[in-house]
């Protein structure tokens, strides 16, 4: 009983003491905790965690998993969920239904689907994609709200787009590899940080948004922004076009980059530019 005691005490100490961090979850094990995902198509209807326990394969032409509440988070638990795209078309990995918020989705693989490895409506907002590994869908990451994340992600042959974020998110810390027609697609006040963009058309575009600390390179283009964006710190090279072509007001800062084409209004300074 004592025994029992001092564990309690010790368990209190710790939460106590240790301060929550962004990265800090529980990991769902045993049937403990949260909910279990053992078979695709699934809605989810309640807030809370959803877990994978093995791979799954949706064979149906439906979304593997669809999302109809807010404050759900789902756990790949590090398995994969993959598609069969012969099924049909619109059938996404993970779908989040229009109007909800507060949605994570993380650690593991989406793959072969018909439509979009995860996909949220136009007006979900604090969708977050952590440490998702994504691969031959139309879109692999398609959050066109606002105020949305996408880290430490990987998204391999997007048909149309790698990934694909709406006003005021944050690509960061993600790997494109033949993202379609633009790897990393951001909407005004939207920021791409630490990404590693290739063999897409477009590597990284953007209108009104911040592309800084990124690597460019084996695109058409490399990184294509229309107006009033930031640009720095970022590394384009060995792409067919211009490393980097901005529009009007655009400012450009400390760059290495073969090729560089702005609008006159444009502010440039600090960039190594080759040929």
């Known amino acids: 009983?004592?025994?029992?005691?001092?564990?309690m005490a010790l368990l209190i100490l710790v939460l106590t003491v240790t301060p929550?961090?962004?990265?800090?979850?529980?990991?769902?094990?045993g049937g403990r905790l949260g909910?279990?995902?053992?078979?695709?198509?699934?809605?989810?209807t309640s807030p809370g965690l959803y877990y994978l326990t093995k791979n799954l394969t949706c064979s149906a032409n439906a979304?593997?998993?669809?999302?109809?509440?807010?404050?759900?988070?789902?756990?790949?638990?590090?398995?994969c969920i993959t598609g069969s795209k012969e099924s049909g078309?619109?059938?996404?990995?993970?779908?989040?239904?229009?109007?909800?918020t507060n949605v994570e989705i993380r650690n593991g693989s989406i793959k072969a689907f018909g439509k979009d490895g995860i996909q949220a409506g136009e007006d979900c907002t604090g969708i977050r994609v952590v440490g998702v590994r994504v691969r031959e869908t139309v879109i692999g990451i398609d959050l066109p709200g606002s105020g949305n994340l996408v880290m430490d992600c990987t998204?391999?042959?997007?048909?149309?787009?790698?990934?694909?974020?709406?006003?005021s998110s944050l690509v960061k810390g993600c790997q494109v590899v033949s993202g379609g027609l633009v790897g990393i697609s951001l909407l005004k006040g939207s920021t791409a940080m630490g990404n590693t963009v290739t063999g897409s058309f477009v590597g990284i575009g953007g209108e009104g948004s911040m592309v800084t600390d990124n690597t460019v390179?084996?695109?058409?283009?490399?990184?294509?922004?229309?107006?009033?964006?930031?640009?720095?710190?970022?590394?384009?090279?060995?792409?067919?076009?211009?490393?980097?072509?901005?529009?009007?007001?655009?400012?450009?800062?400390?760059n290495t980059t073969s090729g560089l084409k702005s609008d006159p209004t444009c502010t440039l300074a600090d960039n190594t530019v080759t040929p």
């Open 35 to 44: 909910t279990a995902i053992t078979t695709v198509p699934v809605p989810i």
């Open 155 to 167: 998204v391999i042959k997007g048909a149309d787009n790698g990934i694909l974020v709406g006003n």
């Open 217 to 254: 390179s084996g695109n058409n283009w490399g990184i294509f922004c229309l107006s009033k964006c930031t640009i720095t710190r970022n590394t384009a090279f060995n792409n067919n076009g211009a490393g980097i072509s901005a529009d009007t007001y655009c400012t450009i800062t400390n």
């Open 89 to 100: 078309v619109g059938n996404n990995g993970i779908a989040v239904a229009a109007g909800h």
């Open 20 to 29: 929550a961090t962004a990265d800090f979850y529980v990991i769902a094990g």
């Open 1 to 7: 009983m004592k025994r029992v005691a001092g564990l």
């Open 63 to 79: 979304n593997a998993i669809t999302v109809h509440a807010d404050d759900v988070t789902i756990d790949l638990n590090g398995f």
